[in-house]
């Protein structure tokens, strides 16, 4: 089966497992609301936010290439790797979040406007999480083993045990208020993490003695820099929120509530689309065949090209019916939805450079580009913090996310002219400019909710959009 139709047969999976889990911010935001202690605990899950996208986008991304040649050439070693991978990755993290834990007394009272009280707040909410962040750490690597085996569908409904974990220790804790949800997050990462043990179980692989083969002195020779690359992606995490607690109460929670809903066209794609194009590059990789690995790409490419602009479009249009749908209910603000939906609209543009670049930095590292890899987080770092810094007094949240998605375009192009595979098709670039056009000429349109007759008309053209770029990518498939 191609990448398209296997990534395909996974987005119900993902639909499923991913809508699942983003129950979890809407229950934190229906019992919590938008008050200090919710701005302490975003603030203090910034750090391990970002650990989380150093672990899946770093450790759990460069062991998939030796694991893949592990795979095709010494399976009987599959147990041990995959256990010291795993314990390495946990340790890794859990040194991390310590460090940071330590930063975070001396940072609150420079970069932020919080008072005392919610500065203690986030400081003990940080050193509560490092359990999650080992949890984390360990779950990247044990994922990868878990696709790379081809067991996509079982390893994809992972995050639905993870939510239920979160969900039911939330219920029990509700009473204690926000001090529950670092215990919460930390229990569901370990139901997540037996999960995915289960999986590989099923697989025939159990934990096993660490050891570490010659074939993973290549996930070595690229974690430094690769790390480093994705270190400075990550940190833009930090630095956002940094930069929003310098804005009136709330900004950090209102920032975080709409990072939540612009992640889930992406979270969609990476749990589909690029876990199998990553797992088909790397085997191909291994088996020499350069051709299956450059075509595999291009398909890629072409699919987010027809696929994700009508929906990021209408996902623009529909902005403020959907962060009324998501949060508006219990103790959320009225006054929290115009400011969430301004940011969702600003980082709509970077969500599509996000998900072209997250194939991007995949292609480089299955080839070996890790020197390039730490070059594109770098000048992420650099660029997001200097626009925050230019936009955060005239534009507010919306300046911030604005800045997120500028950077992430720059970033993107400059990947794409390293990776020499020519321009993108023509009806790609095509169903990109129609979708932007629509979502400008409709920008205007302003659902009341999901029952306002406007909705459905304004879907319309990106629906047909939508249709057309499915029937071109079905042949590509």
């Not at 039911?168 to 995915?196: K, M």
């Not at 990021?312 to 219990?330: C, D, I, N």
């Amino acid at each position: 089966m191609g990448v398209g139709r296997t990534a395909l047969f996974l987005v119900p999976v993902a639909l499923v497992a991913r809508g699942i889990g983003f129950v979890v911010p809407i229950v934190i935001a229906g019992w919590f609301g938008v008050q200090p202690a919710t701005d302490a605990f975003f603030f203090a899950l910034s750090v391990p936010s970002f650990l989380l996208v150093l672990a899946s986008n770093a450790m759990g991304t460069v062991v998939v290439p030796p694991l893949a040649q592990l795979r095709v050439n010494e399976p009987a070693r599959l147990p041990g790797v995959v256990t010291g991978a795993s314990l390495l990755a946990a340790g890794l993290t859990t040194l991390a979040g310590a460090f940071f834990a330590l930063l975070v007394p001396h940072a609150l009272p420079r970069f932020t406007a919080f008072d005392a009280a919610t500065q203690a707040m986030a400081v003990r909410f940080t050193w509560e999480l490092l359990p999650f962040v080992a949890g984390v750490g360990a779950i990247s690597v044990v994922r990868a083993a878990c696709e790379g085996l081809g067991a996509f569908r079982a390893a994809g409904f992972s995050p639905v045990a993870r939510s239920v974990a979160i969900i039911g220790v939330v219920a029990a804790g509700r009473d204690t208020g926000p001090a529950i949800l670092p215990l919460a997050l930390s229990l569901g990462a370990a139901t997540e993490l037996l999960w995915l043990w289960g999986v590989l179980a099923r697989e025939g692989v159990w934990p096993g003695r660490p050891s570490w083969p010659a074939p993973m002195a290549v996930a070595a020779a690229a974690f430094g820099p690769v790390l480093a690359g994705e270190t400075m992606v990550a940190l833009n995490l930090v630095v956002d929120k940094a930069f929003a607690a310098g804005l009136p109460e709330g900004s950090v929670t209102i920032l975080e509530y709409a990072d939540r809903a612009r992640l889930i066209p992406q979270t969609l794609l990476e749990s589909s689309l690029v876990v199998v194009a990553f797992q088909a590059w790397a085997t191909a990789r291994a088996k020499g065949d350069p051709s299956a690995e450059r075509a595999a790409v291009q398909q890629s490419l072409r699919w987010v090209f027809l696929l994700a602009p009508p929906a990021l479009a209408g996902m623009v249009v529909a902005r403020e019916v959907l962060v009324r749908t998501l949060f508006s209910h219990g103790a959320f603000p009225e006054w929290g939805v115009d400011d969430c939906a301004s940011a969702l609209a600003a980082f709509v543009p970077g969500i599509f450079a996000s998900l072209v670049g997250t194939l991007l930095v995949k292609a480089h590292i299955v080839a070996g580009r890790y020197r390039l890899v730490m070059g594109l987080g770098v000048v992420s770092f650099v660029l997001n913090a200097a626009l925050n810094a230019i936009f955060r007094e005239p534009l507010g949240l919306t300046g911030l996310a604005l800045s997120t998605s500028v950077t992430t375009v720059c970033v993107t192009a400059w990947s794409w002219s390293r990776l020499q595979i020519g321009r993108p098709a023509l009806d790609g670039l095509a169903v990109l400019g129609l979708a932007t056009l629509g979502a400008v000429s409709l920008f205007e349109v302003e659902p009341a909710s999901l029952l306002d007759p406007a909705l459905y008309l304004a879907a319309l053209p990106f629906l047909g959009l939508l249709a057309v770029g499915a029937h071109r990518a079905r042949g590509s498939a």
